[in-house]
């Protein structure tokens, strides 16, 4: 059974900085791509960063030069930092893996900035 769980989250001031982690068991992340996703309040989830089973990042551009994308293999854990938050980046952010047959979700991680 695959599992993602997220943690890292709370509440920082605008300017600060998080790092989200998400850990997976049942699935190994360096042969799948995974994706972080959010949803703030009344908006749609929206795409934030994603990196492939080869290590290629691709990021929002409402957080490129701010946050990271990556993972650690040996730990089966990817992480997202985020640095520069703004009270717009408020949201609850969730890992995700696709795969050809099923879509994985953890089950997020409220981030909170404070103007």
């Known amino acids: 059974q695959v599992q993602l769980v997220e943690s890292g989250g709370g509440l920082v001031q605008a300017g600060g900085s998080l790092r989200l982690s998400c850990a997976a068991s049942?699935?190994?992340?360096?042969?799948?791509?995974m994706d972080w996703y959010r949803r703030a309040p009344g908006k749609r989830r929206e795409l934030v960063a994603s990196?492939?089973?080869?290590?290629?990042?691709n990021y929002a551009d409402s957080v490129k030069g701010r946050f990271t994308i990556s993972r650690d293999s040996a730990k089966n854990t990817a992480y997202l930092q985020m640095n520069s938050l703004k009270f717009e980046d408020t949201a609850v952010y969730y890992c995700?893996?696709?795969?050809?047959?099923?879509?994985?979700w953890g089950q997020g991680t409220q981030v909170t900035v404070s103007s």
């Open positions: 049942g699935i190994i992340f360096s042969l799948n791509a």
């Open positions: 990196i492939t089973s080869d290590g290629s990042t």
């Open positions: 995700h893996i696709g795969t050809r047959t099923h879509d994985y």
